[in-house]
RNA sequence: GUGGGCGUAGCUCAGGUGGUUAGAGCGUCAGGUUGUGGCCCUGAAGGCCGGGGGUUCAAGUCCCCUCGCUCACCCCA
């Protein structure tokens, strides 16, 4: 017999982990629910050209790619991104402006895979299209930090930039790919190939041999247009004024086309690999019109779900809701009375599982106590002749009682109310 | 895509220099308790030792290939 396994690069959510995962949204959702955000749910395939925007010169859309021609003909992708589409869906539809848009799901990119790095891998983002005020910058960047801050992350570095207007980077990598090229001899050979395609992703290079050349290298302030620069430092002292800290970055050079003006990144301490962006946006005024629609100013962010829940782990953040029922039914008489009174109380609106499969007392019993039930509802022949159940109260030291059968409802209500847990996180 | 490390039960891992029926803990199931979970005790089930090929009388162990995970590069979230 043949077996299957996950494709490489894609995992299965279960138990806890998918709790977890639905969790984090909730967590999110909350933080951009009290913003005035609204959820936007795109297709997760697309037209091609939606996503050649993002950049031709990106691997992420030359060669990571999930594109195929359908039965149609047509040449589609699954996205490798959302704001893309986020854009594409504005304006096709034409909503109201400013457009406050939050999304959840999943993405892909044929990469290698690694730790923190899948084939398909959930981000939770938000686009502002619109407004070109630098507070809307600040709004967003400000719900990317206290997001992560609302998880229990405290090891999180915001990383600010401007790439100044759209002349102005042209500009600066012009002048990058000038200056690199005149020291191309003791430039790495990785960098040398990155410099083909292009010049600004040098500066993110990690080699000690590129340290020297990148550090005489130009300056992006020196480039910004008096605007770009008015724009950034408004930015900057509107995150002083809610107390976001930051640390401003030249070299931040994000992967995407796209991007102009302001840019940022949150990093985690606690992840020490090459992995350990959480997530980043930045402005990308020029987007919506490069896909038809009329000049509109843009923002947003996206994180990395997965590596985010990484960097929770490492700092024993964010453990996940405990799952579990309420009340658990054994029954020793066939599993008839279970059907009857589990139902019952599931439709009086308390969480309850039973025993399956006739297995004795002591199986069900063992069950009842994983369920992480409360309170454990006996039927056997005695119960059953006697129009009882015995209630047995699984996490204190109430001994346990006879109720009868037509008052379980309310008992079962009485008994929980006296037992509520701490802490319910579960939605 | 390039290079390194690692793949043994559902999970976490032991298995010097090749040697006969591959082990442990946890978990699961059953029993100890004529109707009672958690603690304890006993037992059981559960492994094509990632897959394929080779060397050898003999391979979990050595060699080659392949797949997967992982680390670095790359890319990015």
């Known amino acids: 017999m043949t077996s299957f396994r996950t494709s490489p690069g894609m995992r299965d959510l279960l138990g806890d982990e998918a709790a977890r ?27 091609i050209g939606v996503f050649s925007r993002i950049g031709e010169a990106t691997d992420v859309v030359s060669k990571e790619m999930y594109d195929f021609v359908d039965r149609g003909g047509r040449h589609v992708a699954l996205r490798p991104e959302q704001t893309a589409s986020v854009c594409r869906a504005f304006v096709e539809h034409r909503p109201a402006l400013p457009y406050k848009a939050w999304y959840s799901g999943p993405n892909f990119r044929y990469e290698k895979p690694q730790r923190g790095r899948q084939r398909q891998f959930d981000q939770v983002g938000i686009e502002v299209l619109g407004p070109e005020d630098p507070h809307v910058d600040v709004e967003v960047i400000a719900i990317g930090w206290d997001f992560l801050a609302s998880l229990g992350l405290t090891d999180v570095e915001l990383v600010l930039n401007s790439l100044g207007d759209p002349e102005d980077r042209r500009r600066f990598t012009e002048a990058v790919g000038d200056h690199l090229r005149a020291h191309l001899a003791k430039l790495s050979e990785q960098s040398r190939e990155t410099l083909e395609r292009n010049p600004l992703r040098v500066l993110d290079s990690k080699r000690s041999e590129d340290a020297p050349i990148i550090a005489a290298a130009p300056r992006i302030e020196d480039f910004w247009s008096t605007e770009a620069a008015e724009h950034f430092s408004e930015v900057r002292s509107g995150l002083d004024r809610i107390g976001v800290p930051w640390r401003a970055d030249g070299g931040l050079v994000r992967g995407l086309d796209y991007y102009r003006r302001t840019t940022f990144e949150f990093r985690s301490g606690a992840l020490d690999s090459a992995q350990n962006a959480l997530g980043g946006g930045g402005r990308y005024d020029g987007l919506v019109e490069d896909l038809g629609g009329p000049a509109t100013p843009g ?100 001994p346990q009682e006879q109720w009868a059968r037509t008052e379980a409802n309310r008992l079962v209500a009485e008994a929980l109310a006296d037992h509520r847990p701490p802490e319910m996180t579960e939605s």
Do not use: H, W
């Open 21 to 47: 995962r639905r969790a984090f949204d909730t967590a999110f959702i909350e933080v951009v629910g009290a913003a005035g955000y609204e959820q936007i749910v795109p297709p997760i395939l697309e037209d």
């Open 299 to 398: 923002i947003g962010f996206a994180i990395g779900v997965e590596r985010t829940l990484i960097a929770c782990d490492s700092e024993s953040a964010f453990p996940g809701p405990a799952g579990g029922v309420e009340v658990f039914v054994v029954d020793t008489t066939g599993g008839s009375e279970a059907l009857a009174l589990s139902t019952e109380l599931r439709r009086g609106g308390r969480t309850v599982d039973r025993g399956f499969g006739g297995r004795s007392m002591k199986a069900q019993m063992k069950a009842a106590d994983r369920s992480g039930a409360q309170l454990a509802l006996i039927i056997g022949d005695d119960e059953l002749a006697s129009g009882t159940v015995t209630a047995r109260f699984l996490r204190g030291d109430r």
